[in-house]
């Protein structure tokens, strides 16, 4: 099966990873780009942003972590793929923030270098205009039709998918994506879970392990708390 990003980077500089928090993102991106440094094993692939836990894993695979924000805006990587999570942390993207001609100068820098990027936010209204005009492919997961900007080919798309089932969100499983482009047909694909690239394994809700004796019992201590507040008042 064709490498997502190998298809995409035939014609595109530059993919966009839209979707809320939570959503997978970074475990799509990392599957892709481990299989990718499997197949085009000469072209090196950096990672920005990724968490500690998951490092030694993704280095095995091939993939090499940075550490410093610096190593990506120095630019002295060339010929590589590039992977930044949260780019909305490097830069302010807003057309008002008057930083739109760093972020266009990064974007022409990183062509001149022959690099390739990836790079992904879940910030609010990140995919504007001035942004999809830079960044024409994207990997779309589950997201709030609001957080994308009207006008937008990508909102426009987004919108339009057949059988979503919300009015106000694209409501998919973690495991299924979808790839838009401004030119393109929207495609439809899913990828494995693969836990080894889940930072989020780990983490452990505790209110999950609570059985329906605890929760009883739990109650039971908040009347008791209330009841004796209740009977302190009274004898006052």
Known sequence: MMNTLIKLFKKYRSIGVVGNSNTAKSSLILSELIDLKQKV???PVYVLGVEPNIETYLTLKGLTILHSSDDILDLKIRDSVIYIDEFAALFDVRMASKQTDKVRKFFNRI????N??????????????????????????RIEYNNLVRGTFLKRK???????TSDYRLDIPNEVYYVITDDNLVEMKTFSYDENIDSKRDTINPFLKLDLSEELKVEKEVEKEVEKK?????ER
């Open 230 to 234: 209740i009977d302190m008042e009274d």
């Open 158 to 164: 987004v919108q339009n998918i057949a059988g979503n």
């Open 41 to 43: 094993k000469d072209v």
């Open 111 to 114: 062509a001149h270098l022959n």
């Open 116 to 141: 390739y990027v990836v790079i992904s936010s879940a910030e609010v209204n990140f995919w504007n205009k001035f942004m999809c005009s830079l960044v024409k492919a994207h990997l779309v997961k």
